[in-house]
């Protein structure tokens, strides 16, 4: 079935659509050559429909191991050529069957190079996905649905459990956490409790963790100012880590302010530096929005990582107290295991804590 891409600028990109279905989202892109399983439920991708820039995509098929949460939250996939007919010796069935029986809409020989060039050009936006003869008057109620802001509270836990472990105990604020982030964690040594993330700084403490871990989600760290309390509250309490969204939400409780990236970081190649070493280590990233450098110049803390392209904040920590963060994920290893070392120094921050 002939399908379509409606950017709200007005512009069109024709495919092929996988099913009959539609998509409304903010069209994004995604620079990784693999991980499209994982990107698919990654949590962080709620709301958006994402183009995947590397043209083959579903040659190496799927395998339940690499699924990163419960169910997929993107809004729709964008790729040049989908492989029909994968191989890989991991491999438990086809991109293709995935994509059907999780009803992910998905477009396929698809310009995508355009489709970046656009969004590059022009910023993230809002996009549909439709029959190429889908009518006029409908496209037009699409393009028109208010946009989503609270998307946390359609990822996060609805009930607290446990990953039980020998080693300090660590409450998880799940904002949208990926299975990956815990399982780091877990392989640390950690005994966590992972909590939604509406739970309140009392009911947190009230729980004696040795340290709390800020984790990754979607959207606009400004449009959960719940969250954004919860941490405040918890700052000078106990050691804290924040990965992604939960770094955002650091910068927001300790005063700073964040904005929105033009058109954002996604993929598993982007450079980060290391200021205190200098060292470039190869990231993976998928963020929409970043911290302000300038609204930190009068706070207690200083710019641990940086952006090699942009110059963006990559990771912030606090002078005095046992807490830092970084924009990127350190879990999603897109290589070498380069910065799995801060799950050790989270770990010396909870038995210096104790």
């Given amino acids: ?14 495919g092929q659509l ?8 903010e069209v994004v892109f995604n620079t990784g050559m693999t991980g499209y399983q994982e990107i698919l439920t990654d949590p962080s991708y709620c709301g958006q429909i994402v183009t995947l820039t590397y043209p083959l995509i579903g040659n190496y098929g799927v395998a339940a191991i690499f699924d990163q949460s419960r169910k997929s939250y993107v809004r729709g996939l964008i790729v040049s050529e989908l492989c029909f007919h994968p ?16 009803n992910i809409p998905c477009l396929y020989n698809v310009d995508t190079r355009a489709v970046t060039r656009r969004i590059r050009a022009q910023g993230a936006m809002k996009g549909i996905i439709v029959p190429a003869d889908a009518p006029e008057d409908a496209i037009k109620r699409l393009l028109e ?4 802001t609270d998307v946390v509270s359609e990822v996060t836990t609805e009930r607290i459990y446990r990953m039980p472990n020998s080693g300090p105990r660590v409450v998880v604020v799940d904002y949208g956490v990926k299975q990956n982030i815990l399982n780091s964690l877990s392989r640390i040594g950690c005994d966590l409790t992972i909590v939604p993330a509406t739970t309140s700084a009392e009911d947190i403490l009230i729980l004696d963790p040795d340290g709390v871990f800020l984790s990754n989600g979607p959207g606009d760290p400004k449009a959960v100012p719940y969250a954004i309390k919860t941490v405040r509250k918890l700052i000078g309490r106990k050691p804290i880590f924040g990965i992604c969204l939960g770094h955002q939400l650091l910068a927001l409780a300790m005063g700073g302010n964040t904005y929105k990236l033009k058109f954002g970081h996604r993929g598993s190649n982007h450079p980060v530096k290391d200021m205190f070493t200098g060292r470039v280590t190869i990231t993976s990233q998928n963020h929409g929005y970043a911290v ?3 609204s930190l110049a009068d706070l207690d803390v200083i ?18 107290l046992p807490i830092f963060s970084v924009q990127y994920h350190p879990e999603a290893a897109p290589g070498p295991d380069d910065n ?9 921050l909870l038995r210096g804590g104790k």
């Fill in 18 to 25: 996988l099913s009959p279905c539609q998509a409304v989202g």
């Fill in 145 to 148: 649905a208010p946009a989503e």
């Fill in 340 to 348: 799995t070392y801060l799950f050790k120094e989270f770990l010396a």
């Fill in 292 to 294: 302000d450098e300038q």
């Fill in 303 to 320: 710019v641990t990582h940086r952006a090699v392209n942009d110059g963006t904040v990559e990771g912030l920590r606090h002078k005095t």
């Fill in 87 to 102: 191989s890989n010796w991991r491999a438990e069935g086809s991109l293709i069957d995935y994509l059907r029986s999780r």
């Fill in 1 to 14: 079935m002939k399908g379509k891409l409606i950017l709200e600028d007005g512009s069109v990109f024709y």
